[in-house]
């Protein structure tokens, strides 16, 4: 069963690492703002870990197994790597990706349809 693969465990469990140290990233910022860290502000935190986990997770399961074939260094051609800065960096990136997935889309649909 491919759920349970040690491989595939391994890098989930990578991705949410890197959502922890995100998070732990976020709550740091939050107190060293100066000011009192209320319920509303650890709310947020737990919330922006949360979706960095879940969209960590959802990066790693698609993307992770694949880009190790492109990175030219041998030493980091590592799935965990790319799972543990999917967790990290995923959340705060995703936006990014929506207008160049859009631009891909549109053009897979012009080549099926026939340009028209």
């Not at 732990?24 to 979706?51: E, H, K, P, Q």
């Not at 800065?85 to 897979?108: C, D, N, Y």
């Amino acid at each position: 069963m491919p759920w349970r693969d040690p491989d595939l465990i391994g890098r989930y469990c990578m991705a949410v690492g890197g959502a922890c140290l995100y998070g732990l990233y976020l709550f740091a910022i939050r107190l060293r703002s100066g000011s009192a860290v209320s319920f509303r502000d650890a709310l947020g935190v737990l919330v922006n870990f949360a979706c960095a986990a879940a969209a960590g997770l959802i990066l790693t399961a698609v993307f992770a197994g694949r880009l190790v074939t492109l990175i030219p260094w041998p030493s980091l051609q590592d799935a965990g790597l790319i799972a543990f800065a999917f967790g990290v960096f995923g959340w705060e990136l995703l936006p990014l990706m929506f207008p160049k997935a859009l631009r891909w889309a549109e053009h897979q649909a012009d080549k099926l349809g026939g340009g028209e």
